[in-house]
């Protein structure tokens, strides 16, 4: 039986499930599915392994995902690693496992992957929530993120096949459907347009949320979406980062702290019952005390009350890691301060 470690992001806990179950004949096999989000995350991940080593001499390790993407060479040089595969030659693993190869280490040009893995799961392994896959990739260049290096450009899923896939995870029974993708807002043609197709086909649906959403990206329509369709989960998790508008011009988002606000009360108008969360970095490269308090005030605005707070984290190869830097105490004691506005928020 294969063994899957998955880091990360949904779109990795969707891609491993594709991997256990194209590989459930092999034995002694351990696939680790790696992230890149932050430099913590590449540690915990190199950590993992010579644990897994420990425990499974015999077993052959093979590392894959946006860490193994983006530093290769770091996990080709462990010798707990028999073999790296980035993350378009993870889409065809299966072939590099069964055929002989004579390098440890097999990745290619992210930009040059134009496609995904159109496999269809049948179920997530202990979980009552399955992830559909719509798209892969991002456009867009924050300065923070080195995820767009690690996933390559913008590619969304068929509908057709989005539909398939949701077909069967129903048909196993499955009662929440969790649409996700790296930049899961960029879907081509339209995010409100596969919202509302999925609704229409599958009118006993009876729960759709989705991943982390753009504020920047949501329009009229999805919003009006909400208030129609009451199998929409009416809890929301958006990509958001700061509340300061200087801070966020920097990291190159494409809203304000005042198109958040708005976007939040909007939706409280149609769903009065909608709860609201949010990713956030603390200590970006020339946040100054004013500047986080700003972010501390719109979470208080907002209402947001799910917080995941991250104290930022340097990414060779990234505009902000050449940005002056926040001493790390700083950053870590201002997350510390975030967490608690949210868990305030939850009285």
Not at 50 to 72: D, M, S, Y
Not at 153 to 173: D, M, T
Not at 295 to 315: C, D, M, Q
């Amino acid at each position: 039986m294969v063994k899957v470690i998955t880091f990360g992001c949904r779109i990795n806990s969707f891609e491993s499930e594709i991997l256990k179950e194209k590989l459930k004949n092999l034995d002694n096999v351990i696939i680790v599915n790696t992230c890149a989000v932050t430099s913590e995350a590449e540690r915990q991940c190199r950590q993992t392994i010579r644990k897994l080593r420990k425990e499974n001499p015999q077993a052959r390790i093979i590392i894959t995902g946006c860490a193994a993407q983006i530093a290769p060479q770091k996990f080709a040089q462990m010798e707990e690693v028999d073999l790296v595969l980035g993350n378009k030659e993870k889409i065809a693993l299966e072939n590099y496992i069964n055929s002989p190869h004579q390098e440890k280490s097999y990745v290619g040009n992210i930009f040059d992957c134009e496609g995904y893995d159109d496999y269809i799961i049948t179920g997530f392994e202990g979980r009552q929530r399955a992830f559909v896959q719509i798209q892969q990739g991002c456009n867009h260049r924050c300065t923070y993120c080195i995820v767009p290096y690690a996933r390559g450009n913008n590619r969304s899923v068929k509908e057709e096949h989005i539909f398939k896939q949701i077909e069967e995870l129903l048909a196993q029974g499955f009662e929440e459907i969790c649409l996700t993708g790296v930049d899961a807002c960029s879907y081509e043609p339209s995010l409100s347009e596969l919202v509302e197709h999925i609704l229409k086909k599958f009118p006993t649906l009876p729960a759709l949320q989705f991943g982390s959403l753009d504020p920047a990206a949501l329009d009229d329509k999805f919003i009006n979406l909400i208030g129609e369709y009451s199998n929409i989960t009416p809890h929301f998790h958006f990509s958001i980062q700061s509340g300061d508008n200087l801070i966020l011009k920097r990291m190159k988002r494409r809203h304000t702290r005042e198109d958040v606000i708005l976007l939040c009360h909007k939706i409280r108008k149609i769903r009065p019952e909608a709860t609201f969360g949010a990713d956030f970095i603390c200590g970006f490269p020339t946040e100054s005390d004013e500047a986080f308090q700003n972010t501390v005030k719109l979470v208080k605005e907002a209402g947001i009350n799910k917080l995941h707070v991250f104290p930022y984290s340097e990414r060779p190869g990234t505009p902000a890691a050449l940005m002056p830097q926040v001493p790390i105490e700083i950053r870590k004691e201002r997350a510390k301060i975030l967490r608690e506005q949210g868990e305030v928020n939850n009285d």
